[in-house]
């Protein structure tokens, strides 16, 4: 099972954190990041990412090295004592997580975690106007599509051949240029 040569940065863990998983072989494989599935019915789903996710709400973990949660992480892991994972709401929904670990147990205290929780609905409010900006501009993109383009064959149609050619005429007036058209 040794890959020589493998220079692994993303892993994804195999069979959404099966319990039949090869551990020493996962931990020598040096991965940078490991993605798990967070499913509810999952060992490796009930950690205070999943519970984010899940259920919506920030979850912080005091102590990872006694949390009954994690038994399955200290298999296959080195983790961090303490974290605390940060819901990203776009328009009501979950949409991912602020994770932030600690190397410290019972890290957080009550004004960093308010100061994480604005920092996270930041955050997810500039990804919900990245998304209405990029929606906008696929709007006016289809806008235009559909209103200087035949629906049927997509070929040009009278309004832009007009509003091409009075630029064309406005152009050649400031250059002082003639202009020439053919039919």
Known sequence: RSLPG???????????????????WLRS?????AVVSVGADNDYGRGSAGLAVRHGQTHVTRNSLVDPNYAVWHAVAPIYP??????????????GILAICASEPDAFQPDELRLLGESANDLAFGIETLRTH???????DTIDRMTH??????????????????AAIHDADSRNAPLAILE
Request: proline fraction near 5%.
């Open 6 to 24: 493998l220079d692994l940065d993303v892993l994804k863990v195999p069979h959404h954190g099966s319990r039949y998983q090869d551990a020493d």
């Open 29 to 33: 494989l040096d991965a940078e990041l």
């Open 82 to 95: 303490s974290d605390v994972s940060l819901p990203l709401r776009v328009r009501g929904e979950v949409i």
């Open 134 to 140: 990029a929606a906008h501009e696929q709007a006016r």
């Open 149 to 166: 383009h035949d629906a049927l064959t997509g070929l040009p149609n009278d309004l832009l051949f007009t509003e091409s050619l009075a």
